[in-house]
């Protein structure tokens, strides 16, 4: 059974910072996209930042470039979300999130591609205050 589990989330004043984790269990955690989404209530989910596992390849939402950063630990089965500058429009449930692609290794389709992903966390909420 996949499970990815997020935490980390929690309440900071603008300008503060958080580190978001993802546990994921129950996957093979190679070829394959991940990604952080975010969901404000009243919006649209939004993709904010992704990683494809075998080569590292990043890509951000401009509305978080320089500001977020994404890593992982491939050997523990982690995802991370460093969130930096956090600002109050950052308010929001985020949700960690992946799905396999062996063939397409380009993080371009990981952010491309957001109705493939089929495995999600329960999310974890980030509250900024200003």
């Known amino acids: 059974q996949v499970q990815l589990v997020e935490s980390g989330g929690g309440s900071v004043q603008a300008g503060g910072s958080l580190r978001l984790s993802c546990a994921v269990s129950?996957?093979?955690?190679?070829?394959?996209?991940m990604g952080w989404f975010r969901q404000a209530p009243g919006k649209e989910r939004e993709g904010v930042a992704f990683?494809?596992?075998?080569?590292?390849?990043?890509y951000y939402a401009d509305s978080v470039k320089g500001r977020f950063t994404i890593s992982q630990d491939n050997a523990k089965n982690m995802l991370y979300l460093q969130m930096n500058s956090l600002k109050p429009e950052d308010t929001a449930m985020y949700y960690c999130?992946?799905?396999?692609?062996?063939?397409?290794?380009?993080?371009?389709?990981?952010?491309?591609?957001?109705?493939?992903?089929?495995?999600w966390g329960q999310g974890t909420q980030v509250t900024v205050s200003s």
């Open positions: 129950g996957y093979t955690y190679s070829s394959s996209c």
């Open positions: 999130a992946a799905f396999f692609s062996p063939f397409r290794g380009n993080v371009g389709y990981c952010y491309t591609l957001t109705n493939r992903y089929n495995y």
């Open positions: 990683v494809y596992t075998d080569s590292s390849s990043t």
